[in-house]
């Protein structure tokens, strides 16, 4: 089997198409599960090193507290017999000297016969205790208010798109493609794998930037690999034509934060889908390529980062 009679196999066309003519009709890739399962705000990015986690110092044991003041906190001041303790007396004071002659000199004054009794002598009536005073109810607290969740980024617009990316996926990403592209190429017939290895290869480059520009509902999609289309969102058919000169439809659909940009050509279609991440700075593009020789579909995706 010849190289040309090959090549022909791999794109599935027995003849190059007239000008004017429309490509192949593809599935909708709307309805694609593949569509559904990329999630919105999806980074896709290499996950940077985890930030070290600062050990809290453990605290300072207490020195426990001595028996006998376990043993008195325990029985509430008791002691061993379970009576209470009394405080220990008061020492006297001290008499001088000068003191006990002055007393032993000093004449007792004896009360007269038939005299009244001192008023002090007289017993002094106990004062009746007052009522304690009802505790007055307190005022349940005020619960204080709930803390109002943290606002959420804005909901994504169309212009939110617009901007320049570069491409920041790393050789991890390189290895990925090479590997989905060795993957779709074993679906091929042994003698046309190595063509079909080199044309997945060339059509599916690793753009180092992407651009899109948006201006009212219309956004063009301009790649470091010279493809550069402008179309409606979800308006209909626009054309690019490559340097071979061969014509291709393109469409630019939306469905929910999730801009999806389909390329058919004559040997098979590729699906773009555009992601932004919330904080708006960083743009992954999945890609999906279908043909007819290629029992499988072949995916992978790039990370950009806005400029």
């Not at 593809?26 to 930030?51: H, K, N, R």
């Not at 169309?158 to 074993?186: C, M, N, P």
């Amino acid at each position: 089997m010849t190289t040309l009679a090959a090549l022909v196999l791999l794109i599935g066309a027995s003849s190059a198409c007239k000008d004017g003519d429309e490509p192949p009709p593809a599935a909708d890739p709307m309805d694609d599960a593949w569509l559904d399962a990329i999630e919105d705000g999806d980074e896709g990015t290499v996950p940077e090193a985890e930030p070290k986690t600062e050990v809290e110092p453990s605290p300072t044991p207490t020195a426990p507290a001595a028996p006998e003041a376990v043993a008195a906190a325990e029985t509430g001041g008791l002691g061993e017999t379970g009576e209470a303790q009394a405080p220990a007396p008061e020492a006297a004071p001290a008499r001088t000297e000068a003191g006990t002659k002055l007393a032993a000199n000093t004449p007792r004054s004896q009360p007269s016969a038939g005299s009244a009794p001192s008023p002090s002598a007289e017993a002094t009536p106990t004062p009746e205790a007052a009522p304690t005073p009802e505790p007055t109810p307190e005022a349940a607290p005020t619960p204080a208010p709930e803390p109002e969740p943290p606002a959420g980024p804005p909901p994504l617009t169309l212009a939110d798109f617009g901007g320049t990316y570069g491409y920041v996926g790393g050789q991890k990403q390189r290895d990925d493609l090479a590997a989905s592209i060795e993957k779709a190429v074993e679906s091929l017939n042994v003698a046309i794998r190595g063509i079909g290895r080199k044309r997945l290869t060339k059509t599916n480059p690793i753009d180092s930037w992407v651009e899109l520009t948006v201006t009212g509902d219309k956004v063009r999609t301009r790649f470091a690999s010279t493809f550069d289309a402008t179309c409606v969102v979800d308006g209909g058919a626009c054309y690019w034509t490559n340097k071979k000169g061969v014509k291709h439809t393109v469409k630019v659909r939306r469905k929910g934060n999730k801009l999806i940009q389909t390329i058919v050509g004559e040997d098979g279609t590729k699906t773009s889908v555009f992601v932004i991440s919330e904080d708006r700075k960083r743009l992954t593009v999945h890609h999906k390529i279908t043909a007819s020789r290629l029992k499988n579909p072949m995916t992978y995706r790039l990370s950009y980062k806005r400029k």
